[in-house]
């Protein structure tokens, strides 16, 4: 019976010692293995950060990935140049104003003189105040000179040279498109143009 005591308690001393030593080994593992996995990332970490960037422009295969992109891309229009905007809206509203003004003066164009064309009194009569017979205050009543002004200022060709943009001609025949001028009035019709030889027959 003692004997079984004996055996008993010294298997249970052995096995308490193998369970302090394996608490011991893992204890002592642990540690160093994380800080080996730890070294191991910083170091891989430290690699990455050395190794050259490259400029993705100088990588072959995204340059020809890139170049694909663009060739199948539609290719836009080239837009209009802004003074091409500019002249139509400036044509556009000088011939609604000479309509306006032949509407108001019994059926006469601006500018017209005992049947000859006349430039300096088509703007006269444009930037002024006028009758009904086309007469333009010098002085007097508003009130007897109900119509206009039509513009306020004439509008300036921006495809002839500066020092003539706002100037007008006119003639017998249609706009020679010669830009000597802003613009030309036909005085066989009344139609006006831009006087230059891209935008004459608008």
């Known amino acids: 019976m003692k004997q079984n005591v004996v055996i008993v308690a010294v298997v249970g001393w052995i096995v308490g010692i193998a369970s302090i030593a394996t608490v011991i080994a893992v204890t002592?593992?642990?540690?160093?293995?994380?800080?080996?996995?730890?070294?191991?990332?910083?170091?891989?970490?430290?690699?990455?950060a050395e190794q050259p960037r490259q400029d993705p422009g100088e990588v072959p295969e995204l340059n020809r990935v890139r170049e694909a992109r663009e060739n199948r891309r539609?290719?836009?229009?080239?837009?209009?140049?802004?003074?091409?905007?500019?002249?139509?809206?400036?044509?556009?509203?000088?011939?609604?104003?000479?309509?306006?003004?032949?509407?108001?003066?019994?059926?006469?164009?601006?500018?017209?003189?005992?049947?000859?064309?006349?430039?300096?009194?088509?703007?006269?009569?444009?930037?002024?105040?006028?009758?009904?017979?086309?007469?333009?205050?010098?002085?007097?009543?508003?009130?007897?000179?109900?119509?206009?002004?039509?513009?306020?200022?004439?509008?300036?060709?921006?495809?002839?040279p500066e020092n003539v943009a706002t100037q007008l001609r006119g003639g017998e025949g249609p706009c020679p498109g010669d830009r000597t001028s802003g613009w030309w009035v036909d005085s066989n019709t009344g139609r006006l143009d831009a006087n230059d030889p891209e935008h004459r027959d608008l």
């Open 74 to 160: 539609p290719r836009r229009q080239s837009e209009p140049d802004w003074r091409d905007t500019l002249l139509h809206s400036d044509l556009q509203t000088l011939r609604s104003q000479v309509e306006l003004y032949k509407v108001q003066h019994l059926d006469e164009y601006p500018g017209v003189r005992d049947g000859r064309f006349d430039p300096r009194l088509f703007e006269a009569q444009l930037l002024g105040r006028t009758n009904a017979q086309g007469a333009v205050q010098r002085e007097g009543r508003e009130g007897d000179f109900p119509y206009g002004p039509y513009l306020r200022t004439m509008p300036a060709n921006p495809f002839v």
């Open 28 to 48: 002592a593992g642990g540690p160093s293995k994380a800080s080996a996995e730890r070294g191991h990332s910083r170091r891989r970490d430290r690699a990455r």
